[in-house]
């Protein structure tokens, strides 16, 4: 059973602007914080960005702070994350994640998708 399911990565030129989305099942998006990482070949996976259950705080890797947005659809039970003027160095496979605030600001999950690839070319 698949509990995260991530969608949306593709080639994309820099400068360009991206969407990922994350469906979730809905117990998991219902307890839980829910937050986006990656991982670039030959890096260990890596915190992004974090956003509340029901308390609209969010937290962003600084790299990413002010070109990024992560959101939620609490109805959907999708999890969402806005990328604006990327760079070469946002390439990486994207995974959502799912835990306390705290715990996915330290890139800890109690859950994980397959991941979708984004590439960005210079």
């Known amino acids: 059973q698949e509990h995260l399911v991530e969608s949306g990565g593709r080639l994309v030129q820099a400068g360009d602007s991206l969407r990922l989305s994350c469906a979730a099942a809905?117990?998991?998006?219902?307890?839980?914080?829910m937050g986006w990482f990656r991982q670039a070949p030959g890096k260990e996976r890596e915190f992004v960005a974090a956003?509340?259950?029901?308390?609209?705080?969010?937290a962003y890797q600084d790299t990413v702070k002010g070109r990024f947005t992560i959101f939620r659809d609490n109805a959907k039970h999708t999890l969402y994350l806005q990328m604006n003027d990327l760079k070469p160095e946002d390439t990486a496979r994207y995974y959502c994640?799912?835990?306390?605030?705290?715990?996915?600001?330290?890139?800890?999950?109690?859950?994980w998708g397959q991941g979708t690839q984004v590439t960005v070319s210079s």
């Open positions: 956003v509340g259950r029901t308390n609209p705080r969010t």
């Open positions: 809905g117990p998991i998006f219902n307890a839980l914080e």
């Open positions: 994640g799912a835990g306390t605030f705290d715990d996915l600001q330290r890139g800890e999950s109690a859950y």
